[in-house]
């Protein structure tokens, strides 16, 4: 496997709660992603980086943040998590906009 | 319209057989093109990809591109139980941009 890890691997949290969700990676990889896979909508765009403190929405960027202050580390913020938040969320890299690698993902349930 | 259309699926074939998933994709300026394996409850890992029209074969698995009619296609000979996963299509509109829209995928069966 690329060198991508996810901390956590599972969360249970409750609905309006904050949480945090972590990607690193040692490949030096340019571009960081988060996408989440929802049963029936395949992998869907969070947010994504080309470049430290340089980040851009994806195509449901409600209700997250995100935030790059090193090459290595891409950070997912729910403010304040939602049931329909619940999902499995992916991170991936890549080191020039192309292929992807992913890491082994996360998976958050919100009650 | 879903920028990135698979067969509705599940597809199932029996060993030996040919798989054929099928992608189609809207928009004409896309650049580049990927085939994602997915193991139940695993990450999507990359298997294929292209950037020309025609084909390109890497072992069993072969990757077709059909710029004008906005099609993509992957092809898996011999097929073995070790081949069922949910595969993904994705294309990039620029290659460089760094964005791949991604389809809901396909489940492929391969049943000994």
């Known amino acids: 496997d690329a060198g991508i890890t996810q901390s956590p691997r599972h969360k249970v949290t409750e609905t309006g709660t904050p949480v945090t969700l972590r990607c690193h990676q040692t490949e030096n990889h340019r571009y960081m992603y988060w996408y989440r896979q929802d049963p029936g909508h395949g992998l869907r765009l969070i947010h994504y980086?080309?470049?430290?403190?340089?980040?851009d929405k994806g195509e449901v960027s409600d209700g997250y943040s995100v935030s790059r202050s090193k090459t290595e580390d891409f950070l997912l913020t729910l403010e304040s998590a939602t049931s329909s938040q619940t999902s499995v969320y992916f991170c991936?890299?890549?080191?020039?906009?192309?292929?992807?690698?992913f890491g082994p993902g996360t998976r958050l349930t919100v009650l | 319209q879903k920028e990135v259309e698979q067969n509705s699926g599940p597809l199932s074939v029996p060993e030996g057989a040919i798989a054929s998933l099928n992608c189609t994709y809207s928009d004409r300026g896309s650049q580049s093109f990927f085939w994602y394996r997915q193991y139940s409850g695993k990450s999507p890992e990359l298997i294929m990809f292209i950037y020309s029209n025609g084909d390109k074969e890497d072992g069993r698995f072969t990757a077709q591109l059909n710029k004008a009619s906005q099609y993509v296609s992957l092809l898996i000979r011999d097929s073995q139980p070790s081949d069922s996963a949910t595969y993904l299509c994705?294309?990039?509109?620029?290659?460089?941009?760094?964005?791949?829209?991604f389809g809901d995928g396909t489940t492929l069966t391969v049943k000994p």
């Open positions: 991936a890299i890549s080191e020039g906009g192309d292929e992807q690698f």
């Open positions: 980086s080309y470049g430290v403190k340089d980040t």
């Open positions: 994705a294309v990039n509109v620029n290659t460089n941009a760094g964005k791949s829209t």
